[in-house]
């Protein structure tokens, strides 16, 4: 489950500090979703991969850019969430 906790260990894990514009997630392997798919995708996310998985949810957008800290979850969520995802 994403608590505030688990939302300040993942920012650890990533090295994100949201005070600092150099920081990014760009750098990691990344997969986008539709916002419609969010709840199931962070379900399964959650089961997966624990707290090993980030996401960003620009304003206005109706995507979420999930950010993974190794290549082949990227691949894995992509494969997995394939029809939902966006480009």
Known sequence: MIT????????????????NPKSSLKDYPSARICDDYQYEAYEWL?????????????????????????TEDALLFRLRFESRATT
């Open 4 to 19: 505030g906790a688990s939302f300040i260990r993942r920012k650890a894990i990533f090295k994100v500090d949201y005070t």
């Open 46 to 70: 959650d089961e997966t991969f624990g707290e090993n998985w980030i996401w960003s949810s620009p304003i206005q957008t109706d995507y979420t850019d999930i950010y993974f800290l190794q």
